[in-house]
């Protein structure tokens, strides 16, 4: 199990390169979306519409960060449960999403969107929402503020520790058999 500098955009054999065990440290431009947020993309490229961000080398960390108190960049901003995206998940794949940060484990049509698309799930540590939240550096919403703290987030992450849990080859660190 290596450790692993990743900065984003990123591109598929970068993505190839890491295994499930890989302690991963994060850099760049990270996404946010939740549920809500998931409907609304999917039904957008239903539509032929264009997304509030690019989807190609992209990462989207599954979080409704709590408000900044003041002096702060964000507040609380631990990972939610992955598998509430799964039914979204396999077309935001298809579009160039490589990572997926959240916790817990993800369903088999989602690994198998992984390894035909060439991405991987990492997972943050639930319950160091402190921790993580010192590791964004900045942030906007830049759509869908009517979902408030749901809200689409662009963030700017500086070394923010992940680890691989699924890779892109279909290995999970959930399912040790």
């Excluded at 599954?62 to 408000?67: E, L, R, S, W």
């Excluded at 901003?77 to 997926?100: C, I, W």
């Excluded at 990492?122 to 993580?132: C, E, M, N």
């Amino acid at each position: 199990m290596a450790k692993v500098k990743l900065t984003t955009p990123v591109n598929e054999s970068e993505i190839r390169d890491l295994q499930a065990g890989d302690k991963i440290e994060l850099s760049g431009v990270v996404y946010t979306a939740r549920d809500a947020a998931h409907s609304r993309l999917v039904d957008a490229l239903e539509r032929g519409a264009e997304l509030p961000f690019e989807l190609a080398g992209s990462a989207l960390y599954y979080v409704g960060p709590a408000p900044a108190k003041p002096g702060e960049v964000i507040g609380s901003a631990g990972p939610t449960t992955s598998y509430r995206m799964d039914p979204f998940t396999p077309q935001l794949l298809k579009e160039g999403l490589k990572v997926m940060i959240g916790k817990g484990d993800r369903s088999e049509d989602v690994i198998t969107a992984m390894q035909e698309e060439g991405a991987v799930y990492l997972a943050a540590t639930g319950g160091a929402a402190a921790l993580i939240s010192e590791c964004i550096k900045e942030t906007e919403i830049i759509a869908y503020p009517d979902l408030e703290t749901e809200a689409v987030r662009k963030l700017v992450v500086e070394k923010l520790p992940l680890i691989c849990v699924i890779d892109s080859y279909g290995k999970n660190l959930y399912n040790r058999k």
